[in-house]
């Protein structure tokens, strides 16, 4: 089985400001990697997945993540953040192969709140 | 398309009640994933479905909980008797192939158990 680790529960940061959602996953075989955010009282959305390529993969809101196979890591960044980033933001990952097909293991999620 | 439909939206009930949660998924898409989400435990996946047939039910914490899928528009994801600990959130999302592409949730039971 998969294991997702977000090193970050919560990310406080002020508007316009740099951030980087921190994701590391384990996996004994070649996975596909996900970011959805959660809005309050909503369902997840998709922000950008890698599946192969470039390891530099663009999503939709200005953020984006790169894929580190050697540091098993799939960070989110947004250069500069807007009030409306406010939201959960879940890592998630999926066997390219195996039994498990369909199957997504998620991350705890990081809080990431924008102060004004 | 209207998306992934959950009813309802909210339910409360008290413990040993029956309770049954309902999903229709987006039409044409084979795959339908039933997940929990709790602040102690995060996201959980329950079971999933492909072509209305349980792939994995691994997920589904005890013999309470089950799920079926009778046709491709239609999902129930049944409580009972229903327990306080089963108070959580319960989303489900559905994929057209399941692997690769994205899946789309619904927005979610919010189940409070007395």
């Known amino acids: 089985a998969q294991s997702v680790t977000q090193l970050d529960s919560q990310v406080p940061v002020f508007e316009e400001a740099p951030v980087e959602l921190r994701c590391n996953y384990s996996?004994?075989?070649?996975?596909?990697l996900f970011w959805y955010v959660q809005y309050p009282n909503q369902g997840l959305q998709l922000l950008l997945k890698?599946?192969?390529?470039?390891?530099l993969v663009k999503g939709i809101n200005g953020f984006e993540a790169e894929f580190n196979k050697s540091q098993t890591s799939f960070h989110l960044r947004k250069p500069s953040v807007h009030i409306s980033d406010t939201a959960e933001y879940f890592c998630a990952v999926s066997d390219q192969a195996g039994s498990t097909l369909g199957r997504l293991y998620f991350g705890r999620g990081t809080q990431l709140t924008v102060w004004p | 398309d209207a998306g992934v439909i959950q009813s309802p939206r909210h339910e409360v009930t008290e413990m040993g009640q029956e309770v049954t949660l309902r999903c229709k998924p987006i039409s044409g898409h084979d795959y339908l994933f039933w997940y929990r989400q709790t602040m102690m435990r995060g996201l959980e996946l329950l079971i999933y479905f492909n072509n209305n047939v349980p792939i994995d039910d691994s997920g589904m914490p005890e013999d309470r909980f089950s799920a079926k899928m009778p046709n491709a528009s239609f999902s129930t994801l049944k409580i009972q008797p229903s327990e306080p600990r089963d108070s959580a959130v319960y989303f489900c999302a559905s994929s057209r192939t399941g692997r690769t592409e994205k899946l789309f949730f619904g927005s979610g039971t919010q189940l409070s158990v007395l």
């Open positions: 890698y599946l192969s390529g470039s390891t």
């Open positions: 996996s004994s075989v070649s996975v596909y």
